[in-house]
């Protein structure tokens, strides 16, 4: 893929986007037939000297990629980007039992894919139902009724991923990212995915295309177990030879452990049995709410509200007292808040957007850095403190899973006042006024405050005094991580590849999606599929 950078355009180009590939292509000197594809890959405002103006990166690929390369010095604007070739080498020695994945969370679904395509065809339990059925529960509790356990936000087929914004922004630059996308893609994620910058599926895609990446993995003689939780692990000789779960028992030698990082009952599971758990940093807070024009004015200046440009999305972080960090994550333009609570008892928070990103409202986490100084490093305290917010917020709420809100501008005098303007909140169970600074330790809600006022200083919306802040956000990433060895196994147990975000090796869809293939990788290397399959 070729990208060309750096084209500049002014706001009254009638078709900007077109012009800016059509300006790509004659800086490549390309005759017309040469072009497969490519689009739009980043387009954002330069307003610094006085007239805003557009300025493109436009993605071309060519029919036949040897090309591509030899047009990379065309100009300084140029670059050129080459496809990966995937190759996972297999071993020798037959398994004596199918391998075994715990969750279908990106994790998970991309482990089970690749063993899948490579013949081993994994046994797959996920403690969650399948898609529709999870999709409806999760309904069913947005319009009031009672919280599933085993079904909600964070559980059921896809995981934490289904209900998920679908961002697929990573900055590891590791090249099985392309792996993933491709299998997106091929499974019938949006074209454009391929070469935006910031890639984005949305909610309402994403669910399609783990369903279909599902159907792959049975296609190829896997098996998956919906609603069944997996409660203990058997082994022999210091090795993994079989799991417990609610549907009985099964023998196996290599387990892939992709849970998530609400799984907290596996957690407890996992410290019973004396594996190393460990501390790892994560970060609480809330949501907070803005109308999108404000924040597309904030971005964009004079250019907001150009039919050309997309919703305006951002990313603030400020450093606090006590060497802590504030910062805003997972921001959902056009979105709304959900509620993401997987625990009785308990109010999360979190945030997504369908594709078309056309709410009236954006959405951000506002969130602060803990790590394990906070919790004398001890992974049982951390969960503790997780759970404890969350309850507080659930409290403050009333009880029956509202969440507790204020505004801006109250919460940066501790007022606890909810005084609402042009922000409507969109958490789906109501929200209820609140001081969101007393359900936090005092030193949490100074730092998250002198990092809202820095944040106002860096962009105008958040001045706006009626943005909503809404919470609590608990569950930015894993408390803790399972502790594992170069070859991926348990440093403790091997047969057992702690993978994705619930270890602690993974954040976000895509590192969560690469892990997968990852441990799934590392599991091949060393053994051949079971004879007789
Ligand atoms: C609302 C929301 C929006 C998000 N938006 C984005 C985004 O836009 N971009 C992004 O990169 N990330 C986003 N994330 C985060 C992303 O979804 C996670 O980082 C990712 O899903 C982690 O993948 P995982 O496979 O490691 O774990 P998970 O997706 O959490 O999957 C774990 C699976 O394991 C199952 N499980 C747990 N315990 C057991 C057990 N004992 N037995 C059997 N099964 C079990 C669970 O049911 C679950 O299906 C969002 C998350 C949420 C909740």
């Known amino acids: 893929m070729l990208l060309v950078r750096n084209i500049r355009l002014p706001l009254t180009c009638s078709d900007p986007g077109a012009e800016a590939v059509r300006r790509a292509r004659r800086m490549l000197g390309l005759p017309a037939g040469k072009t497969a594809g490519g689009g739009i890959a980043k387009l954002s405002v330069d307003a610094r000297h006085g007239k805003p103006v557009l300025v493109y990166t436009v993605a071309i690929t060519l029919n036949d990629e040897g090309e591509e390369s030899a047009l990379a010095g065309a100009s300084p604007c140029v670059c050129f980007t080459r496809k990966p070739d995937f190759h ?63 079904a909600n936000i964070q ?81 022999r000789g210091g090795a993994v030879c079989g799991v417990k779960t609610t549907a009985g028992e099964f023998a196996c030698e290599q387990l892939i452990l992709a849970v998530g990082h609400s799984a907290r009952d596996t957690f407890s599971m996992l410290g019973g049995m004396g594996l190393p758990l460990e501390c790892k940093p994560f970060s609480v807070g809330f949501r907070a709410e803005h109308l999108q024009t404000e924040i597309d004015r904030s971005l964009y200046h004079g250019a907001a509200g150009h039919p050309a440009l997309p919703r305006g999305e951002y990313q603030l972080s400020q450093h606090v007292d006590g060497g802590r960090c504030v ?78 809100a204020e505004t801006v501008g109250s919460f940066l005098q501790g007022a606890g006042r909810l005084d609402l303007g042009n922000v409507q909140p969109t958490y789906p169970r109501g929200v209820v006024p609140c001081d969101l600074g007393s359900l936090l330790p005092g030193e949490l809600s100074a730092a998250l405050r002198q990092g809202l006022t820095a944040f106002g200083r860096k962009m105008a919306a958040y001045r706006a005094p009626d943005a909503v802040l809404t919470g609590l956000e608990t569950r930015t990433s894993s408390p803790l991580r399972l502790v594992r060895g170069t070859d991926f196994q348990c440093v403790a147990l091997p047969g057992l590849y702690p993978c994705g975000e619930g270890a602690g090796y993974a954040g976000g869809i895509m590192t969560a999606a690469v892990d997968g293939l990852r441990c799934a990788a590392a599991l091949m290397e060393h053994n051949a599929p079971p004879r007789g399959l």
């Open 88 to 150: 996972f080498p297999v071993g020798q020695m037959p398994l004596a039992h199918r391998p075994v994945v715990v969750g279908l969370g990106p994790a998970g679904l991309f482990a089970a894919l690749l063993l899948a395509r490579h013949g081993f065809c994994p046994l797959v339990l996920e403690r969650g139902p399948a898609l529709e059925q999870r999709v409806q529960a999760v309904q069913a509790f947005e319009k009031g009724g009672a919280l599933n356990q085993d």
């Open 327 to 404: 910062y805003t994550f997972c921001m959902c333009p056009g979105g709304t808040v959900c509620a993401a609570a997987s625990e009785e008892g308990g109010v999360v928070t979190n945030g997504m957007s369908l594709h078309a990103r056309n709410g009236r409202n954006a959405n951000a986490a506002v969130v602060v850095s803990v790590d394990g100084r906070d919790f004398d490093n001890d992974p049982a305290k951390a969960v503790a403190f997780q759970r404890q917010l969350e309850q507080a917020a659930f409290r403050a709420g009333g009880g029956n899973y509202a969440a507790p």
């Open 155 to 235: 559980f059921g087929e896809g995981g934490a991923g289904t209900f998920s914004d679908g961002k697929l922004t990573t900055r590891t630059g590791d090249a099985l990212c392309a792996y993933v996308t491709e299998t997106f893609l091929k499974h019938g994620a949006p074209g454009n995915i391929a070469w935006r910058q910031k890639p984005h599926v949305g909610t309402d895609l994403l669910r399609g295309v783990i369903a279909a990446i599902r159907a792959e993995i049975e296609s190829l003689g896997g098996t998956v177990l919906f609603n069944t939780r997996l409660t203990g692990i058997e082994t």
